[in-house]
């Protein structure tokens, strides 16, 4: 099993690339499932769960290769229903490809899909929005069995009752190629969606409004393949200013989209960081020790991002001060805090609020990384922990960070991955 061995205390000073957004580049890749022709999408990164997706459109027949941050896909080939439980299992991302299978094989045997572990992670809305489409689903054990009698999905008015990103990305995959007009009210709003939603009109889809709280969707008969490139990870933005807000120093981020990061921007300037920005790059610098932030209330977008919770209560650790989360999306998203705390850090947890109340000094311990974005948060405070720490279960960092530690290095951070 591979680690992080860290030594904490370096300031963190230089430029760093963000790469594409993984959680825009996971559904597109799916949607290539859908288009006749070669398809090509350009700004993937390097992470496992990309790897996941390539095997799946593999597993499933397609033609796909990974080259230099680009992935070429020719679906002509599908043949196969099926996916493979083992690859279900290693993403949430994997019941994406529900929907694109459906709309073109009329057939999908898939896992109830794994991805990290955040409380109850139920697909009831992308079951109900399907099924109002004309999918026809039955559950067996883990296995969903599901088909499309009619032989195409079919127009629907569809209202979830929340915004969920996945389960808006599949109705929009099966609404694109359906019969007749779909309409989705209270979708969800992320830059992710809009991404897609892009690539698909890119390839001759209508989709209207995507963004917006209600998307309508004309179906068309077919897709053609296109050259994309998917937007910048806002996430991978986000942790590297934590990284840089608790560690002192300045950091300039690159390849960003600085509209995506408005709240967490906002939140760095309260926390006494100076932000400068210039069109697609910002700059990030820390001199003092950070006042806490008095609340922190993770919301759909626009709102402040459940993903980024995590990286910035690290950050707000040693913060004048007491901070205050309140998690709204996922009832398990606080797994980090024990780790947080082997360090020293003070929080209260009670139900989904979290109350950090700043201490001036983390100490090195041997940490674990509990989750994707919760093994962000353990980096952050291992940055910053006076001594060494060792960050083991990296894995769950490397479906979201690539490269992360040479990223760091470049920094001036000390940080070594044993394997
Ligand atoms: C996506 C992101 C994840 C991010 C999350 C919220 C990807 C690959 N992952 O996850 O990084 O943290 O959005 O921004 O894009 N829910 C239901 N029933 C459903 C679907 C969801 O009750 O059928 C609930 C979930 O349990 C959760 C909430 O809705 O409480 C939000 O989930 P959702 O927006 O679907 O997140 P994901 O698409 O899984």
Not at 130 to 140: F, H, N, S, T
Not at 146 to 162: D, E, Q, R, T, V
Not at 413 to 418: F, G, Q, W
């Amino acid at each position: 099993m591979s680690k992080f061995i860290i030594d904490g205390g370096k300031k963190l000073y230089g430029d760093v690339n963000i790469h594409g957004a993984k959680n825009s580049a996971l559904p597109i890749l799916a949607a290539t499932v859908l288009c006749q022709g070669k398809s090509v999408i350009h700004n993937c990164p390097d992470l496992s769960d990309v790897k996941v997706s390539l095997k799946i459109l593999k597993n499933l027949g397609c033609k796909a290769k990974y080259y230099d941050s680009s992935v070429f896909v020719d679906s002509e080939s599908i043949s196969n229903f099926c996916i493979e439980k083992e690859l279900m299992s290693r993403m949430r991302s994997s019941i994406i490809f529900l929907s694109v299978m459906l709309a073109k094989l009329k057939k999908a045997n898939v896992y109830l899909p794994g991805g990290c572990e955040l409380g109850a992670r139920p697909i009831d809305l992308h079951i109900k929005g399907l099924e109002k489409m004309g999918a026809v689903i039955l559950k067996d054990k883990d296995c969903l069995l599901c088909s499309l009698p009619k032989g195409h999905f079919n127009g629907a008015k569809i209202s979830l009752s929340f915004p969920s990103v996945g389960a808006t990305e599949n109705i929009i995959l099966a609404a694109a190629t359906a019969k007749g007009r779909t309409v989705i009210e209270n979708a969800a709003r992320e830059p992710e969606i809009c991404d897609l939603a892009a690539f698909l009109n890119k390839c001759g889809a209508k989709i209207k409004n995507a963004g917006k709280p209600i998307i309508t969707i004309d179906g068309v008969e077919r897709l053609f393949a296109a050259e994309y490139s998917v937007i910048p990870d806002r996430i991978e933005a986000v942790s590297f200013m934590a990284f840089t807000a608790l560690n002192q120093g300045k950091v300039t981020i690159k390849n960003i989209n600085v509209s995506h990061l408005a709240p967490v921007i906002e939140l760095l300037k309260e926390s006494g960081c100076r932000i400068k920005i210039y069109k697609n790059i910002l700059s990030v610098e820390s001199n003092d020790r950070l006042k806490a932030v008095k609340e922190i209330i993770t919301m759909p977008y626009p709102g402040f991002p459940t993903d980024a919770q995590a990286p910035v209560m690290a950050m707000l650790t040693m913060a004048k001060g007491k901070s205050k989360f309140i998690e709204n999306i996922f009832k398990s998203r606080y797994k980090h805090i024990k780790e947080l705390e082997k360090m020293g850090a003070k929080i209260a947890v009670k139900g989904k609020t979290a109350v950090v109340d700043g201490i001036c000094k983390l100490s090195a311990a041997n940490l674990k990384c509990t989750d994707l974005r919760g093994g962000a948060a353990v980096v952050t405070a291992a940055l910053a922990g006076e001594g060494r720490s060792t960050v083991s279960d990296i894995y769950h960092i490397e479906r979201g960070y690539e490269n992360i530690d040479l990223k760091l290095v470049s920094l001036g951070a000390k940080i070594k991955r044993i394997d």
